[in-house]
């Protein structure tokens, strides 16, 4: 089992539904890569250095800011371009790099369904970890069946960071993680269900996938806009990171 193995998709459309908004919306998708698994506890250990109690655990208990970090780090390790440059805790993806990186939310979607239009790529109990098997931590990588695109553990076992906002008009800097996780009913663990968090919030069903490929672009690709995530902010654009929304 490799797990730093990638595995290249082929462009395609994929259709959004964000249930908060009742929105839909299709994005067409250039290829890219996605990672055959969630980036494991062994991974983590490889390229920084910390301890890893149970090697072939997803990462878990992972904040944004630092699943990004992981990102940089693990492109330095293999002599890659990182994907993204800081100031503070104000995040630049370079949409031209060839570096690892977190995949958009269009990217994740896309991979996760593999041609289905259905909630889930096959039965939960053959796909998933999920709290129908009454598991009290995530479980090893790759237990489970794999989707038609060859991924593991899509749905289930840890919720996975993206790069995009949730909703930048209603929870400021809260960025998507999708997927379901060890402790989730099945309503939860569907190929369409976002969720999110802020960047520095850390829960341990909450891990990350690795995703490459750069795109001429300047402020937008693969259904992410920097543009869009300004006007959809409103009043000139989200609040100063680490803002909390009430109610």
């Known amino acids: 089992m490799d797990l730093w193995e990638m595995r290249r998709l082929d462009g395609g459309a994929v259709t959004l539904h964000d249930?908060?908004?009742?929105?839909?919306?299709?994005?067409?998708?250039?290829s890219y890569e996605m990672g055959v698994?969630?980036?494991?506890?062994e991974q983590f250990a490889e390229v920084l250095g910390v301890p890893a109690t149970h090697p072939r655990r997803?990462?878990?208990?992972?904040?944004?800011?630092?699943?990004?970090?992981?990102?940089?780090?693990a492109s330095e390790w293999e002599g890659l371009d990182p994907a993204y440059s800081f100031d503070g805790e104000d995040v630049t993806w370079h949409l031209d790099s060839d570096g690892y990186r977190l995949p958009t939310e269009a990217e994740w979607e896309f991979a996760?369904?593999?041609?289905?239009?259905?909630?889930?790529?096959?039965?939960?109990?053959?796909?998933a970890w999920t709290g129908a098997d009454g598991v009290?931590?995530?479980?090893?990588?790759?237990?489970?069946?794999?989707n038609?695109?060859?991924l593991f553990d899509m749905l289930g076992n840890v919720w996975e960071w993206c790069w995009d906002l949730l909703d930048p008009a209603r929870y400021d800097d809260y960025r998507v993680f999708r997927g379901g996780g060890f402790a989730d009913d099945a309503w939860s663990v569907r190929?369409?269900?976002?969720?999110?968090?802020?960047?520095?919030?850390?829960?341990?069903d909450v891990g990350m996938r690795l995703a490459r490929g750069g795109f001429d672009a300047v402020d937008a690709a693969q259904g992410w806009s920097a543009t869009?995530?300004?006007?959809?902010?409103?009043?000139?654009?989200?609040?100063?990171?680490?803002?909390?929304?009430?109610?």
Do not use: K
Request: one cysteine or more; proline letters at 9%.
């Open 136 to 146: 009290p931590t995530p479980q090893d990588v790759g237990l489970r069946l794999p």
């Open 228 to 247: 869009v995530d300004v006007e959809r902010g409103g009043r000139g654009g989200a609040r100063p990171l680490g803002w909390t929304p009430r109610g």
């Open 19 to 30: 249930a908060r908004r009742n929105e839909h919306r299709t994005v067409q998708l250039e």
């Open 58 to 73: 997803p990462a878990s208990d992972l904040s944004w800011l630092r699943a990004i970090r992981f990102c940089n780090a």
């Open 191 to 204: 190929a369409s269900v976002r969720r999110g968090g802020a960047p520095r919030m850390h829960h341990e």
């Open 148 to 150: 038609l695109n060859g």
């Open 37 to 41: 698994f969630a980036v494991t506890q």
């Open 112 to 127: 996760c369904r593999a041609g289905s239009v259905a909630p889930h790529y096959g039965p939960l109990a053959d796909v």
